[in-house]
């Protein structure tokens, strides 16, 4: 008789632990960044899906269609699915990141100097409401004081304790348990958070010019420093994979998936505009030589941070209502446009893709009489 005997192997070491866990094969060089790149942004990886899944082979279809009849090519039918289907992803993808884009530039200055919030920022609706979680955890764990690095320092920390392989589901705290001090992401990520310079550049003062500028330049700075630290990329070397799984704490038993590097870029927008910028509002005195060290008292940051944290999210629901019925109006209108553009080409309101045929199946009108055809003279009454 053989006993079937679950293998479990604990590894001891980091460095068999990372090469368990190293994806087996992995793409080198400038490629693998762009696929990085790709995977991070939604709008992108939405776009690169539907031109290799709809819009290329739709229009090799119709470019082919009827050929033998025709002796050639299907250009007029190739041409009006190229121009359907990327018109169509254009308005679908494009066109409501730009109207948010806009509607957020656009309150920019109101807001900022009202409420102190970035509203060209994108933090998406999932991870904003875990890190409220999070925060409300540390806010109402019995402390009356902190300093903001301290706070700061506390939410990422609770975050990626939290944060875990889906495929594995080990969380990253205890991956590296075996790993020395200078080497986990945690305690990478606590001081790029806690660093003076950081939090300083994200001090953006009520009433200055160019606020716009100010937030451009911060992005791109935090961008640039988080690529050299390269945090996401350890993660996703220790996980295997290029998603995080986010919980709310203990009691949250499904969470939520991430991509690694917007988890990343989203908990150091949170620290900035909801952690920062209402604590300094609360603090009493701030050395401007040292911003970090500032202490504030957590009832009334608690106080602001609630009322910041309304205003976000009330101004995140208007940009995605405002891009979502802008975008449904574009596409209701679209299928006119694309009749005009048509009718411009070839002439007539016939479908290219029956040219070259003959009798009733030339003529789709006198069968379907669908709405998006002009029927016959003959046909009227």
Sequence with gaps: MINTVKNTTYYRSKTDLREKN?????????????????????????????????IIPRSIIDLKRNKEELGHLNWDAGRETILREGVTSFLLFFTSGLIATGLGNLFLKHRFKDEGINTRAFIDFKTLES???????????????????????????????????????????KLEESFDTDDKIITK????????????????????????????????????ELKELDIAGKIKKLFGESKINIKNGINDKKGFSICVDNFIKNTVIFADDLIL??????????NPDNIGDTKINLKEFNKKFSETFEHLRKFKTLKLYTAFFT???????????????????????????VKGLSGDIANPQKKSGLFLFKKPEENRL
Excluded: C
Excluded at 29 to 51: A, K
Excluded at 135 to 143: A, F, W
Excluded at 277 to 286: H, I, M, Q, S
């Design 277 to 286: 910028r209402p604590a300094l509002k609360v603090a009493n005195k701030t």
């Design 189 to 224: 990520f606590k001081e790029y958070v806690g660093k003076e310079e950081h939090i300083k550049l994200a001090d953006i003062k009520q009433g200055q010019k160019d606020i716009k500028k100010q937030f451009k330049r911060l992005e791109l700075h935090h961008e640039l």
């Design 22 to 54: 190293t994806p087996q094969p992995s793409f080198k060089g400038g490629f693998n960044n762009v696929l990085g790149n790709i995977e991070s942004n939604p709008v992108l990886s939405l776009v690169i899906i539907d031109l290799f899944g709809m």
């Design 327 to 353: 975008t449904l109006a574009l596409l209701i209108a679209f299928p006119r446009f694309n009749m005009w553009v048509s009718r411009k080409f070839t002439g007539n309101d016939e479908f290219p893709g």
């Design 131 to 173: 890190s409220k979680e999070h925060l409300d955890k540390i806010i109402e764990s019995g402390q009356s004081e902190i300093s903001i690095k301290d706070l700061r320092q506390k939410y990422i920390e609770s975050m990626l304790e939290d944060a875990s392989s889906s495929m594995q589901g080990e969380s990253l705290s």
